[in-house]
């Protein structure tokens, strides 16, 4: 069973989510503007795409990086941009109007409530959401979502690595040096990738000649937001 937890809106944890903040700037952002301006294929205007990439403070994706190559930025080179659009239609939350992106009632509401906005994000994120159509790939991993969160939450409660963690589940001691990595890579881009955009774990790598290391720990916003069967087997956490 995964139950999330209604945090109310003032929850400190709330923040740590990549892309709560990214919904609600852009949901403000169209309070305060109107719209956003859509291209002739319904993609975010490159104005609001340099905006979104300057203001998201998405992880691994800094705008002196972004721009570091590229002085122009569509929405597809912004791979969590485009999912949040995604998302905000798909759940209603905006709609497109006359050329525009604009906000619905629903969207509105939300918009000034943080809370209830993650309780109707990122669950749907999560579970939802095909998450091999945005990645390079399209293997999807085998398993399922119950089984994904209720062992991660053991295993990754005092912090871990991805090859731990797929070794957990398919018993192959595979990495990105082995003949399995595509299998290593649908499992990071289907799994931990989308929790980590959820703000639920929190990725470090080590990308040093010749190493592709990356530990995963479960954040305070996973503690706080999620209420899981093993949570029982959870060892307490001392702090000092």
Not at 77 to 106: C, D, M, N, Q, W
Not at 146 to 171: K, P, R
Request: hydrophobic share 40%; with cysteine.
């Amino acid at each position: 069973m995964i139950e999330f937890r209604t945090l109310p809106d003032d929850h400190p944890d709330l923040m740590r989510s990549p892309l709560l903040r990214g919904a609600l700037l852009t949901l403000q952002y169209v309070q305060e503007h109107g719209s956003i301006g859509l291209t002739q294929t319904k993609a975010f205007k490159r104005v609001f795409v340099h905006w979104a990439v300057e203001h998201f403070d998405w992880p691994g994706k800094s705008a002196e990086e972004m721009f570091r190559y590229n002085r122009v930025i569509n929405e597809y080179e912004f791979p969590p941009l485009e999912v949040l659009h995604f998302l905000l239609i798909s759940l209603r939350l905006g709609r497109h109007y006359k050329g525009a992106f604009r906000l619905t009632k629903k969207g509105a509401e939300l918009a000034r409530s943080p809370g209830h906005l993650f309780a109707e994000l990122i669950p749907y994120f999560v579970l939802r959401i095909d998450h091999a159509s945005y990645a390079r790939f399209d293997d999807q991993p085998f398993g399922k979502w119950d089984v994904w969160m209720n062992v991660i939450n053991v295993e990754a409660d005092q912090g871990t690595t991805e090859a731990a963690l797929y070794q957990a589940f398919y018993g192959e001691p595979e990495d990105w040096h082995t003949a399995g990595w595509r299998a290593m890579a649908a499992f990071s881009s289907c799994v931990l990738r989308p929790l980590e955009w959820a703000g639920l774990l929190m990725e470090t790598r080590d990308n040093a000649p010749g190493k592709h290391d990356c530990h995963v720990f479960k954040t305070q916003l996973w503690r706080s937001a999620l209420k899981l069967d093993t949570d029982e087997m959870l060892r307490p956490v001392h702090v000092q």
